[in-house]
Each structure stands twice: as C-alpha cells, then as structure tokens.
C-alpha cells in the first residue's frame, strides 16, 4: 500500500496552529510531496462488481455529493485541503464547497467519469481528483489524462441500506485509514480496504 497521501485535513483556511492562511494561498491547490512508494494488491476471487450491479445509482452531473467512507471514526469524507491534496474531515463538520463533488462521464453513458469539485472554482474553473507523485490531489482538470479517469466498483449495502463502492482513481483504490488518513493501493482483483457511500450534498455549480 502506498504511504498515506493525507491525514484528517486541517479546516480550510488555516494553517497547522490553527492561524489563518491568506486567501490566495488558500485557492492556490498546490503542492510539493515526495512520492511514496507503491505495492501490488494481492490477488483475491473476491473481485468487486461493476457500478451498476447490486442497486448503485450514480448521481447525475449535476448533483453534488458528499463522499463519505464507511465504517470510520466520525464518518470521515473527502476534502480538498489547503494544501491542494485530497484528505478527509469529520462527516458532522462542514468544511463548505471543498468536501462537495461530482462525477461527470467522460462521454454519454460511459461508466468512468471525472470527478470533479462540484461548487470550488479556481479561476471560474472546477478542479479534479487525480494521482499527482503518487498522491491524491485536487487537479486542473483534463479528461485525456488517465491518473483522472475514476471507476466505481459496487460492494453492496452498508448497515443502513446504503449502497456503497470501491473508489478508483487513475488505477489506484482510495482507502481511508482508522486514522483518517488517505492512501493508495494498486487496483488488483482483491476489494479495497474502503467502501465509500453517497450523500447527497444539492446542486453541482455550472461546469464551463
């Protein structure tokens, strides 16, 4: 597995002692991390189903989600950090637009998509979860790149009926650890470590 790409993020708009961050290096999504080192999956019969079996329904472009791991402290979901990495914050905190996103098909009815901020803009533009030196990273989108290409594989209902999935971006499963840091494995034939579900969070912005 690959080293963990991004802790419990830091509220947006602040720095590590809780001091505030000026706003243009707030919007500015960049970052300089080493790379970690990448490990296989190990083989498993156990392979997920694809994202429209067993009651999955993907939101339409133009629905905005929340993307929360299952199973976790706090009910952790993805954020775009300060720092421009994709990490997670407490589901019952709001972070505003930066944990909100969508998923929009590379072309009609295709079942891999990019997904994209749904209501964050930089520049009027949204931005894009990607694999960026190994990490997940908020990135400008482009839809010819395949570290941006995102996958869903159906894992079936949480507790609460819920559906949920594997999240796949750029071949890599993105996992959450009990600490609520973000990582990478090598998608293999063995399910992630992390099944995540929807929750609908309103309206997407408009798209350029």
């Keep these: 597995m690959l080293a963990a790409a991004a802790g419990c993020a830091t509220p947006p708009g602040q720095d590590g002692a809780g001091g505030l961050q000026p706003a243009s290096q707030t919007a500015a999504l960049t970052s300089a991390t080493p790379s970690p080192v990448a490990s296989a999956s190990a083989p498993s019969s156990a392979a997920p189903s694809p994202a429209t079996a067993r009651g999955l329904v993907v939101p339409r472009p133009d629905q905005a989600f929340l993307l ?35 998923l929009v098909p590379l072309s009609p009815g295709a079942k891999t998509y990019q997904l994209m901020t749904a209501r964050l803009r930089v520049g009027g533009e949204p931005w894009c979860a990607g694999i960026k030196a190994a990490v997940l990273h908020a990135v400008a989108c482009d839809a010819a790149a395949s570290a941006q290409r995102v996958t869903l594989l159906a894992r079936g209902a949480d507790a609460s009926g819920a559906a949920t999935f594997d999240l796949v971006v750029g071949g890599y499963q ?5 600490d609520g840091k973000v990582s990478l494995k090598k998608q293999g034939s063995a399910p992630a470590g992390t099944r995540f579900r929807f929750v609908p969070a309103g309206t997407a912005g408009p798209r350029p």
């Design 68 to 102: 929360q791991a299952v199973d976790r402290v706090e009910d952790p979901v993805l954020t775009v950090t300060a720092s421009g990495r994709i990490g997670t914050y407490p589901g019952g905190a709001d972070t505003g637009d930066r944990e909100r996103f969508m």
């Design 174 to 178: 993105v996992e959450v650890g009990k």
